[in-house]
């Protein structure tokens, strides 16, 4: 027995045009609301303990079942989104990677994303990250440039292409140190200096994600650094799980059944090892999809972005929603 959930997938959720980065990559709130009332008109809105039981084979969910889910602990999630959420009895999942918020750290994943927002040329931008590679390119043994236009450069489902191959540059393909570095770089000349003060208006509170708990709301890991987990050894991805659970005690969160959110969508077979080792009850992935909760599929279970569904208000049921309408 099997059942299929549509699990969507949020970032930023703001009234972009009133905020400093009217062109960071995200949700606009007016249509976060069209989107809630799309689902009310089209879906199901299910919780993550009926998920679970779905997956263990105790309930059998609606084919047109919704569960939404909010990646970073943005502080929009406690500002715009949960307000929403609880004027319509809809259960969010939340996901805060744990060392950013307990050390008022900024994910590099953030900073690129405001950089990204500050860029309107992307070609000049891209240049720019070559420059510091070439001033590193001995030292550090990096291949040339063309090497990284020929593998990485390809046509992006929601960025332009030279966008998508920053983002791969400086999230994962250069050497640790080196996209640090030029990360900071390029966030302080063109974002903010004072990254602290940034990081406080940018991430909920170790309060506030403990206030979303205590009022029905499901939080989850995402890591403790928000890694990669499967570009780290085991006994690391031992560590970054058993940290963020940890965190997870600290705000009242479950530590038994409780969900995963992969960080970049990273996972292998030894991740999932260690998870079921530690009472994790489903890990949810970046491949695009409807997920099927079944046992086979519970730690590779498909989401899909906010950006697969309609924003314009009284849409009809687009593609996605039409497979699952019952
Ligand atoms: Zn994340």
Redesign the pocket.
């Known amino acids: 027995m099997s059942s299929q959930v549509s699990i969507i997938m949020y970032h930023y959720v703001r009234d972009l045009t009133a905020t400093r980065y009217p062109n960071i990559k995200g949700l606009e709130l007016s249509a976060f609301r069209n989107q809630i009332d799309y689902f009310k008109r089209f879906y199901h809105f299910v919780t993550v303990a009926e998920c679970i039981a779905a997956l263990r084979g105790e309930v059998e969910l609606p084919k047109n079942s919704v569960l939404l889910t909010f ?2 602990a943005i502080l929009d999630h406690y500002t715009n989104v949960f307000p929403l959420l609880d004027e319509n009895g809809i259960q969010g999942c939340f ?1 805060p ?1 744990a060392r950013a918020i307990l050390e008022n750290e900024m994910l590099d ?1 953030h900073k690129i994303h405001f950089i990204l927002a500050v860029t309107s040329d992307p070609d000049k931008m891209l240049t720019e990250v070559f420059q510091f590679m070439d001033e590193y390119r001995s030292e550090k043994s990096l291949p040339d440039n063309d090497y990284y236009k020929t593998n990485f450069l390809k046509p992006m489902r929601f960025d332009h292409k030279y966008i998508g191959l920053i983002k791969k540059l400086l999230q994962r393909e250069l050497p640790k140190e080196l996209r640090t570095k030029i990360v900071n770089e390029l966030f302080s000349k063109y974002v903010s200096v004072d990254e602290r003060a940034f990081c406080e208006e940018l991430y909920m509170s170790v309060d506030q994600i403990k206030a979303l708990q205590r009022n029905g709301m499901y939080i989850g890991s ?1 890591c403790h650094d ?1 890694v990669w987990l499967n570009s780290v050894d085991p006994q690391e991805q031992r560590r970054q799980i058993e940290l963020s659970l940890e965190f997870l005690h600290t705000v009242g969160a479950p530590t038994k059944d409780w969900v995963m959110c992969y ?2 969508g990273g996972y292998d077979d030894s991740v999932i090892n260690i998870l079921r080792e530690n009472d994790c009850a489903m890990g949810l992935a970046v491949q695009v999809g409807i997920a099927n909760l079944s046992q086979q599929n519970a730690f590779i279970l498909r989401r899909l972005d906010t950006n697969d569904i309609p924003k314009e208000p009284g849409a009809k049921a687009n593609e996605w929603t039409q497979k699952v309408l019952v």
Do not use: L, M, Q, R
């Open positions: 990646d970073d996901f990677p994943i995402h928000h960080p970049h």
